[in-house]
């Protein structure tokens, strides 16, 4: 395989990773951050009544918050670990067959 081609394959691939990053990512990052909202709102909404954490419906909604932001802080890890293999998979392939030409 020549340079040429091999610098187009590495370039279609990181793009491609960027992509699944952002149809994937972003839609998981605005969902945490949501979460981390409601939750600090209900805190909030418990520290200013008289009775602190006695209503067991929010102590209900915050376990279901915290519980949500663990599963999607996991999948934003296998995200971002499979995107950064990917990425220098990608990347050492076009730099290895740029560097080392074939003559």
Do not use: H
């Not at 006695?54 to 890890?77: A, G, H, P, Q, V």
């Amino acid at each position: 395989m020549n340079p040429k081609t091999r610098l187009w394959v590495g370039l279609t691939l990181l793009i491609i990773i960027l992509i699944n990053y952002a149809l994937i990512g972003f839609p998981l990052l605005s969902k945490s951050n949501s979460l981390q909202g409601k939750a600090k709102t209900i805190l909030i909404k418990q520290a200013k009544s008289t009775g602190i954490f006695n209503n067991s419906d929010d102590e209900y909604l915050l376990d279901i918050f915290r519980k949500e932001k663990s599963t999607i802080d996991t999948k934003m890890t296998v995200l971002n670990a499979v995107a950064a293999t990917l990425a220098f998979v990608a990347v050492s392939w076009t730099l290895f067959g740029l560097i080392f030409k074939r003559k």
